[in-house]
Nanobody, 122 residues
């Protein structure tokens, strides 16, 4: 089984920064894309940013130029550096690992972390 463990959430003032981390553990042969999604109260879960194993990134328009996603393939870990945070960034942030193979030629699966709360408030 594969597990995703997130860390780094918390309370920050508007304009501040936070760095989220997510480590995938278990028997892992390869992970295609890793990313971050968020869900605010009363809203649907939305994409924040994704990064492929080759380093290709994709960002939601609302976070472009403020957030930076990065990845350490050797550690199966993805990071989200969040700068110039706004109150509207308040949400539970979920890590996702897409097209995970536990062995060569094995089926691909998708996994989610348990979520970490980010609150932006003065």
């Amino acid at each position: 089984q594969v597990q995703l463990v997130e860390s780094g959430g918390g309370l920050v003032q508007p304009g501040g920064s936070l760095r989220l981390s997510c480590a995938a553990s278990g028997s892992i042969f390869s992970i295609n894309a890793m990313g971050w999604y968020r869900q605010a109260p009363g809203k649907e879960r939305e994409l924040v940013a994704t990064i492929t194993s080759g380093g290709i990134t994709n960002y939601a328009d609302s976070v472009k130029a403020r957030f930076i996603i990065s990845r350490d393939n050797a550690k199966n870990t993805v990071y989200l550096q969040m700068n110039r945070l706004k109150p509207e960034d308040t949400a539970v942030y979920y890590c996702n690992a897409d097209r995970v193979r536990q062995r060569l030629w094995a089926n691909e699966n998708n996994y989610w972390g348990q979520g970490t709360q980010v609150t932006v408030s003065s």
